[in-house]
């Protein structure tokens, strides 16, 4: 099963609001993986993280990758319609082989 | 188109049918994966190659699964005698590991429905 806890589970956006969620994990891990994916297609990568503490930027996107190897988060600024979609962090752990551990989504929606 | 790419992208059979799928992942990428995703929920692992070399497999993986990257290029992935379990969708993702950097690149999945 998965080991990502990732929050919040979904989330009304209004357009122009900045919107940030977040991946704790009890593992450590050495990379860390943002993704959107939208219906009936894979995930998109928006952003990888390599080294702890780190910061990055794309675009309106920015993420972080925790000083404890445990934790990122994502934030989205002045956000738009297309920014609707589920959001999947996803971690590499240290030791235990190349696969990716995945968070179980943020679902975005537009505020009605 | 660069990308990686998976065909079928939908799939509808009968309970008990083999099925295969094929993914084609981004030349010069020497790393290929398969998860599985079912409604709601993230990716989860399946297998993933080195080149040809099978290296890890998830206990998910029953032995109705066989994967295969005979030239370490494409792979396919069969599902023999399905169930209706096995309904979901499945991703291929491929990946050129550069120092300690590897970034897996998604294609955009078959969804299979087992009536």
């Known amino acids: 099963g998965q080991q990502l806890n990732q929050s919040p589970q979904s989330m009304f956006i209004q357009e122009g609001e900045d919107v940030s969620m977040n991946c704790t994990s009890s593992?450590?891990?050495?990379?860390w993986l943002w993704y959107k994916q939208d219906p009936g297609e894979g995930p998109v990568l928006l952003i990888a993280?390599?080294?702890?503490?780190e910061l990055t930027s794309n675009g309106r996107l920015t993420a972080q990758f925790g000083i404890t190897r445990k934790d990122s988060f994502l934030n989205i600024s002045a956000s738009i319609p297309s920014d609707v979609g589920i959001y999947f962090c996803?971690?590499?752990?240290?030791?235990?082989?190349?696969?990716?551990?995945f968070g179980g989504g943020t679902r975005v929606l537009v505020k009605p | 188109d660069t990308g990686v790419s998976q065909d079928p992208r939908h799939k509808i059979t009968k309970r008990g049918q083999n099925v295969t799928f094929r993914c084609d992942p981004i030349?010069?990428?020497?790393?290929l994966y398969w998860y599985r995703q079912t409604l709601g929920q993230g990716p989860e692992f399946l297998t993933y190659?080195?080149?040809?070399?099978?290296?890890?497999k998830s206990r998910l993986l029953s032995d109705r699964f066989s994967a295969e990257r005979p030239k370490g290029s494409f792979s396919t992935l069969e599902i023999q005698r399905t169930e209706q379990g096995d309904s979901a969708m499945y991703l291929c993702?491929?990946?050129?590991?550069?120092?300690?950097?590897?970034?897996?690149?998604f294609g955009p999945g078959t969804r299979l429905l087992v009536l």
């Open positions: 030349s010069e990428h020497n790393r």
């Open positions: 593992s450590i891990f050495n990379t």
């Open positions: 190659f080195q080149n040809e070399a099978q290296l890890e």
């Open positions: 996803a971690g590499q752990p240290q030791a235990a082989g190349n696969k990716l551990t």
């Open positions: 993280l390599y080294k702890a503490g």
């Open positions: 993702a491929s990946s050129l590991r550069q120092g300690a950097r590897e970034t897996q690149y």
